[in-house]
């Protein structure tokens, strides 16, 4: 069985703000998106995990998931967030922009994620699950079906 996620891009995640993009939000409250990348162990400080992603034309990407946790590991320490980052080079090859989607899929037992944007005027592949759990998700995440 496959697993895809879909997020809607937005200015930062394509890096038209300007901004250093850290990579794109991975929501801490969305348990079935963490259950399907890697575990990261919240006792270590920033536990990372390098994830090999496929595009349509083939291509092999390292990827990096990572849990970025200084408030738990520090007094002063402000971030508690996941991301997938190195991604700004896939994003300037493929021409992304905001509005377009980042598609994530792996089939169960998979080591490979494949890796696809779509841009906005083309359909997705597949039917969006528009239930109610995915609908509360605010980082703009939802599942494919």
Known sequence: MMKKFLKSLSANDVGSTGAHMGGILIPKGDRE????LPHLDPNEYNPSEWITCVTPDGRELRLRYVYYNNRLHKPKGTRNEYRITHLTKYFKTEGAKEGDTFEISKESGGTH???????????????IDEGPVRIKITAGWRRAH
């Open 113 to 127: 994620y494949r890796i696809n944007v779509v841009k906005a005027d083309q359909e997705p592949d597949e039917p």
């Open 33 to 36: 998106l963490l259950a399907f």
